[in-house]
């Protein structure tokens, strides 16, 4: 069974331009979460989705950064414009409702 | 605010050796807890959780003992390979439905 699919895996821009990460969870998982993981920390949450509905977001900055799950499948994480701090690598991952959460293997991103 | 930590940052053991990685928790209302590994490159992988109706719990190799009392929580990998460097990162969430919130991690590396 394949496992969490994140694209780019890596992703170098300079501050201002916009940048998409996108994310096709485990066939079946209807919960999908983006974290943001900065250099020798863990992961933060940014959003979840119960199928195509954000259930939580209160912790995405929500003046430049957005997502979509359209179809309550793949999603899509943007950022427009980004910043030197956003420079961290973004993790997908996806579990059926509370349970086990498998991770992706991220997307880092650079931003100069 | 409350948030999930780690004792040490780094750890270096022998090969063949147990290794203990400790963590500890602030929140009291938290009742689930999870130990991941993340190696380099990778996404956070699951390794074992518990419940906070539990004290301990056995998976292959690994224990996580967790003592609500003086809310540490512990996890210990018997006859450490080479295969277990990475870093490892405890992570809690409570009420069911809420955000995991990940420590910052400790590095485990072992040497042959």
């Known amino acids: 069974e394949a496992g969490v699919v994140q694209s780019p895996r890596y992703k170098i821009i300079e501050k201002k331009q916009p940048v998409a990460f996108w994310c096709n969870p485990i066939s079946g998982h209807n919960t999908l979460y983006w974290y943001r993981q900065n250099l020798g920390q863990g992961p933060e949450l940014l959003i979840r989705?119960?199928?195509?509905?954000?259930?939580?977001d209160s912790q995405l900055p929500k003046d430049r950064f957005s997502a979509e799950r359209l179809k309550g499948v793949d999603s899509t994480l943007k950022i427009q414009p980004a910043e030197l701090g956003d420079s961290a690598v973004y993790l997908c991952?996806?579990?059926?409702?509370?349970?086990?959460?498998?991770f992706g293997p991220g997307t880092r991103l650079t931003v100069t | 605010g409350e948030s999930v930590g780690l004792h040490l940052p780094t750890l270096s053991v022998q090969e063949g050796d147990n290794s203990i990685i400790n963590c500890a928790y602030s929140?009291?209302?938290?009742?689930?807890f999870i130990w991941y590994k993340q190696e380099s490159g990778k996404g956070p992988q699951f390794i074992i959780d518990i419940r906070s109706n539990m004290d301990k719990r056995q998976g292959q190799r690994v224990t996580v003992l967790l003592n609500k009392t003086v809310k540490h929580l512990s996890l210990q990998i018997a006859a450490t390979q080479p295969g277990d460097s990475a870093v490892y990162f405890c992570a809690e969430n409570y009420s069911g439905n809420t955000p995991l919130v990940f420590g910052k991690g400790t590095r485990l590396s072992v040497i042959a």
């Open positions: 989705y119960e199928n195509e509905e954000a259930v939580d």
């Open positions: 991952a996806s579990s059926l409702t509370q349970g086990q959460q498998y």
């Open positions: 929140n009291s209302a938290s009742d689930y």
